[in-house]
Each structure stands twice: as structure tokens, then as C-alpha cells.
């Protein structure tokens, strides 16, 4: 008799580095699945960043529960439509990091999200002016938003989407888990 398990490795084994990751995370960030890349990011404990330039080409980095160095885009076209980062395991809110990477990409980003437990925080830079002396002058200015619940954000979805989304993200979990056979003639030793 032969008996076949599906035994999770005790350390995680999925490559969000690998080809197949950076697809999917690509995929879901083209369709606004951002509640798939959060849970992604969550179950590997890793922030993801994504950054979107001006043709519309995907930038993928991943980083520590904490902190995600991006690599430079080389052969991106500036402005940037979209930054996209998670916080794992966090709520969203823009952190002091997040803020003084938002002040520096004034003028060469349109819009940023933080992808956090509670839901989705957008900020989309906008030009406002000012007046002194009869002169105006025009500054750029983050907007502040809340926060955007994920039952509410994911209230659109229609759910033959969602239910493909979330076998591509088992599908993805699943090839990182190994298929052990064992009969009784193994001792148990793949055990």
C-alpha cells in the first residue's frame, strides 16, 4: 500500500523572485487585484513594491516584513503612474518612510497605494496653489484619503474573478509545497 501527502516544507519555500511569482504579482497589479498581492505578501511575510512608469511596463520588488529597497528601473519612462507597497501583517498608513519617499517622487509619480490589513490607502498628487503679494504659485500636494475597507473595494469584483484569482494564488502556493510518497516500506523517512 502506498500513500501519497502533501507535507508543507517547514521553511517557506515560494520564490516571489522567480518568473512565475513576478507574473502573477504582474497580472493581479494589471487587473487591480490589489487584495491578492497583500495576501501574497502576507503568507511570505515579504513587502512587495510595484511601481508602474509611463508605457505601462511593471516594476517588481520584494523586501523584508519591513522595508523594501527598490532597484533602480533601469529602461523606465519617467513620470511613474503608480507606486504600490504593502505593509504585511500592518495596517495601511503611510509611514515616515513611505512620506519622505512620496516628497522626494513629487514630479515624477501620479498616484501611490499602501496595501495593509484593513484595506487599501490611496494619495494622488495634485497641483494647488497659493498667493502672496498678487503672485500665485503653484505647488504639488499629496491628497490625504482614507483608508478603503476590502469588503467595500472587493464589493465590484464579480466573483468568477475572484474565485480565479485566489486558485492562481493557491496554485502559485502550492508548487512551493513538495509531494512526498511513503509506503511501508520507508520507515516514515520522508517524514
Not at 5 to 28: A, G, R, W
Not at 137 to 149: A, F, M, R, S
Amino acid at each position: 500500500m502506498e500513500f501519497r501527502i502533501n507535507k508543507p516544507n517547514p521553511k517557506p519555500t515560494l520564490d516571489v523572485e522567480s518568473e512565475s511569482c513576478v507574473d502573477l504579482v504582474t497580472d493581479f497589479a494589471k487587473k487591480g487585484k490589489w487584495y491578492m498581492i497583500y495576501l501574497l505578501s502576507k503568507s511570505v511575510s515579504r513587502e512587495v513594491s510595484i511601481l508602474v512608469d509611463s508605457k505601462d511596463n511593471y516594476w517588481i520588488d520584494w523586501g523584508t516584513i519591513g522595508r523594501v529597497e527598490l532597484s533602480p528601473p533601469v529602461g523606465a519612462v519617467l513620470p511613474f503612474k503608480l507606486w504600490v507597497h504593502t505593509h504585511p501583517s500592518n495596517t495601511a498608513y503611510w509611514s515616515v518612510t513611505d512620506r519622505n519617499t512620496l516628497e522626494i517622487a513629487k514630479g515624477i509619480l501620479e498616484k501611490a497605494l499602501v496595501l495593509g490589513e484593513d484595506g487599501l490607502l490611496s494619495t494622488t498628487l495634485q497641483p494647488v496653489s497659493s498667493f502672496t503679494d498678487d503672485t500665485e504659485i503653484p505647488t504639488l500636494q499629496w491628497t490625504e484619503e482614507e483608508v478603503i475597507d476590502w469588503m467595500e473595494f472587493n464589493s465590484d469584483d464579480c466573483e468568477n474573478d475572484l474565485r480565479d484569482d485566489f486558485y492562481s494564488y493557491l496554485k502559485l502556493i502550492m508548487s512551493s509545497s513538495k509531494l512526498i510518497p511513503d509506503d511501508f516500506f520507508s520507515n516514515g523517512k520522508y517524514w
